[in-house]
């Protein structure tokens, strides 16, 4: 039976003050454009993410159609518009924000017990920050569009494109600020607001990905600040940089971005594989295998993504020997990565495990990410990288990784979450229902693509030889089940707010701080200080009944 079958299908009428507080409190729209609630802003983001990922995913229905023959639909610079458009919106407005923003926002207070974030504030600026950068994308996208693709590689970007080169940058430069602001909040606080027992290794292991994830924005996201502003100073004051016609070295403009845009790779996959950490332990109800060690390779990962950044340029003339170095620094990367996935494993391994929906995610994380990162090592040796690099092997790849790993753990969280957000459970048959689609459709649409790529076929081509047609006609027939299982998820998330069974304290008899406090959490989260006694992951016995929990419980006469 399914967890959420035990959930009363209503809340007492006196419950519903405390449950529903901080969505009720305050019904004007300037209440929550001006709110310092973490919950709320959580929220806020939510909206907008969810808004750019739908429009993303519009730009790309519109790249497998157009591959759908092999002459394409729109002509090749439209086309350059078009994929631009996709990963600009995809990688900088939600895989990059996505779980940091709304999952951890909403819950990293929580999980240590603390009332907020650290600056308030500055967690709500991070957002108009986000909303700004957001805008100007669009106007960029919009207003003519963008052609250099979303690596803004140079010279082409900085002198010889005529399309909104500089608007685009301004927006990225722009939203660097949003996650610069959310990764010095979830430091500080993670430093310094922890609940009495809270002890660094009795910290959930979402909040070890989050701390290590700040780190890599704290470090990284500065370097493509800088590197933005050397190609508008090149384009603006045609000073030579990167351009060689003007004594630049275009080169250099790779490796300032793959320095932070490889850390942006775990920026976009660590917080999922936090989530997942817990989507493993509450679901099999049994501690992570290993603990101290997933923990720290979280750490790790931070450390040696700041190292590999080279193979992205195995033939961009940097040097061989250099290569070489890159190449085993880029297998040793995958190690960190590799201790989290067979300590997910063993955890599993006779244990109780429940198979609602948050755990077919985590394991649908488990598997979309495994072949990713075992691609991801292909890429990683140099003669193999000779012939797969800028080819549809690199697309699968990177879609594997982000998109079924990133994706995988957004939406696993969402589910384990949603009824800790917004009160309300959602349909857990339909919710089932979603991830078979969305797993099959995300298989059909990139495995081909591995095809593809070891057939020579390049990437960001709009055209293509008659006999890649079947693998392109099967990668668009998956992308349209994928997007048809995500509709589904969109429907049914929307249709709980007012029709799912009220959500208790801990319909899922989990382990953790947040499960303490009534579903959604009173304003301040906890009426009573939180003291942590108990070891990370220590599952007792739980009435799922309870709708208030441990500390959410409002003092008599509150309501």
Not at 324 to 343: D, E, G, H, R, T
């Amino acid at each position: 039976m399914s967890s959420i079958d035990t959930l009363p299908t209503e809340a007492n009428a006196q419950n519903d003050g405390p449950v529903l507080n901080y969505l009720n409190n305050g019904h004007g729209i300037r209440s929550w454009l001006l709110t310092k609630d973490h919950k709320r802003i959580a929220i806020l983001y939510l909206i907008s993410v969810s808004i750019f990922f739908t429009i993303g995913g519009i730009y790309a229905l519109l790249i497998r159609i157009n591959l759908l023959s092999p002459e394409g639909l729109f002509t090749p610079d439209t086309y350059n518009r078009i994929f631009t458009a996709h990963g600009v919106i995809m990688v900088f407005f939600f895989l990059v924000p996505a779980v940091p923003a709304i999952l951890g926002n909403f819950l990293l207070p929580i999980m240590i017990g603390a009332k907020d974030l650290a600056f308030p504030k500055i967690n709500l600026l991070s957002w108009y920050c986000y909303v700004v950068a957001a805008i100007l994308a669009l106007i960029a996208i919009l207003g003519g569009g963008i052609d250099t693709g979303w690596t803004f590689y140079t010279p082409y970007s900085s002198s010889y494109s005529n399309s909104n080169v500089l608007l685009a940058g301004l927006a990225i430069f722009v939203a660097g600020f949003s996650s610069i602001l959310t990764g010095i909040n979830f430091i500080v606080t993670v430093h310094t607001m922890r609940a009495p027992g809270l002890t660094w290794f009795r910290l959930p292991l979402f909040i070890w990905a989050h701390y290590a994830t700040a780190l890599v924005i704290m470090l990284g996201t500065p370097v493509l600040a800088i590197t933005v502003s050397l190609l508008a100073l090149e384009r603006v004051a045609h000073i030579g940089i990167f351009d060689p016609a003007l004594g630049g070295d275009p080169v250099l403009f790779q490796h300032m971005f793959w320095f932070y845009s490889h850390p942006a790779v775990y920026i976009m996959v660590l917080p999922a594989m936090g989530v997942v950490s817990e989507l493993i332990a509450n679901m099999s109800r049994k501690s992570i295998f290993g603990y101290k060690l997933v923990a720290m390779s979280s750490l790790a990962i931070a450390v040696f993504g700041f190292v590999v950044w080279g193979h992205h340029l195995f033939v961009a003339t940097q040097s061989v020997y250099l290569g070489i170095i890159f190449s085993f620094l880029s297998y040793a990367v995958a190690i960190p990565s590799a201790i989290k996935v067979f300590n997910w494993t063993a955890t599993l391994y006779k244990s109780s495990i429940s198979y609602d929906t948050p755990m077919l995610y985590g394991l649908g994380f488990i598997g979309l990410f495994v072949i990713g990162g075992m691609t991801g090592l292909f890429l990683a040796a140099l003669g193999l990288d000779v012939h797969m690099t800028d080819t549809y092997f690199v697309i699968a790849h990177f879609h594997y990784v982000m998109v079924g790993g990133s994706l995988m753990g957004f939406l696993g969280g969402m589910h384990l979450w949603w009824g800790k957000i917004t009160g309300r459970m959602y349909p857990e048959f339909w919710a089932r229902a979603a991830m078979v689609i969305q797993f099959v459709g995300f298989n059909l649409t990139f495995f081909p693509q591995f095809i593809l790529g070891y057939l020579g076929m390049p990437r960001r081509y709009a055209t293509y030889p008659p006999e890649f047609q079947v693998l392109h006609v099967l990668s668009t027939a998956g992308a349209t089940i994928l997007g048809f299982g995500m509709l589904m998820t969109i429907v049914y998330f929307i249709w709980s707010l007012k029709k799912g069974q009220r959500a208790t304290a801990n319909p899922w008899g989990a382990a953790g701080l947040e499960w303490k406090t009534s579903s959604p959490p009173p304003t301040e989260n906890f009426y009573t200080q939180p003291i942590v006694t108990t070891e990370v992951y220590d599952f007792e016995p739980v009435d799922k009944r309870d709708m208030f929990g441990e500390y959410g419980r409002p003092p008599q006469g509150v309501e």
